[in-house]
């Protein structure tokens, strides 16, 4: 008789990274929800081009009226933004056209605790519940 195999799920910290492209598909409340979907699991969400700032202040808000004492904590974010001569191509930089986009790392504020935080660097300490 064979034996019934039991799978567990590996230990660790989950890491959602998330295109622009996908972000650009989707309305602002539904990359809040995506986010916060994801925080809520237990994962760090990294954004690769970040939020504007009305979705930033949207999202706090709405983690705001979600946090739990008993289930959930709310979120640590840390945004990494580029520099005005990184964005966009030179027309774009004359027009006075600057790219918004910037790095974003998210996560459930009783896992993740910013240590360091400049222009070329975000580091982290990502602890499992």
Known sequence: ????????????????????????????????????????????????????????SKLIEVTMSEISPDEFNGIEIESYPRTRTDSGSLLDRLMGRTNEGKLTVIGPANQIETLHKDEQLISALVTQR
Request: no cysteine; proline share 4%; hydrophobic share 40%.
């Open 1 to 56: 008789m064979a034996k019934a195999t039991e799978k567990t799920e590996p230990s660790g910290v989950r890491i959602d990274l998330i295109s622009g492209d996908r972000l650009d598909r989707l309305a602002s409340m539904e990359k809040i929800r995506l986010i916060l979907d994801g925080v809520h699991e237990g994962n760090i969400v990294i954004l690769e081009r970040g939020l504007s700032p009305d979705e930033e």
